[in-house]
């Protein structure tokens, strides 16, 4: 069973800086595509980043241009670096592992993120 354990959350005002971390247990990360979920207040969990095992990485339209998702295999972290925060993207962040997008493992507490305006 994987465990996924986000850290890096917080308050932040508009426009501000956050980084999120990922830390899976085993060598997960290392074999698998990964991505970064947030679930908004009210609204069903949406996949916002996704990094390849080859690096490639793919972003939905409302976070493309200021988060980056990279990974580190040795580490078996993956990281979203989040900038230009917006008060839309308060939101608890999850990580998972994926397949074309479908979260494939059991979700960890994830990172509560609030952004002010």
């Known amino acids: 069973q994987v465990q996924l354990v986000e850290s890096g959350g917080g308050l932040v005002q508009a426009g501000g800086s956050l980084r999120l971390s990922c830390v899976a247990t085993?060598?997960?990360?290392?074999?698998?595509?990964m991505g970064w979920f947030r679930q908004r207040p009210g609204s069903e969990r949406e996949l916002v980043a996704t990094?390849?095992?080859?690096?490639?990485?793919r972003y939905d339209d409302s976070v493309k241009g200021r988060f980056t998702i990279s990974r580190d295999n040795a580490k078996s972290t993956v990281a979203l670096q989040m900038n230009s925060l917006k008060p839309d993207d308060t939101a608890v962040y999850f990580c998972?592992?994926?397949?074309?997008?479908?979260?494939?493992?059991?979700w960890g507490q994830g990172t509560q993120v609030t952004v002010s305006s």
């Open positions: 998972n592992v994926v397949w074309a997008g479908t979260p494939l493992s059991s």
């Open positions: 990094v390849r095992t080859d690096g490639t990485t």
């Open positions: 085993g060598n997960i990360v290392s074999i698998s595509d």
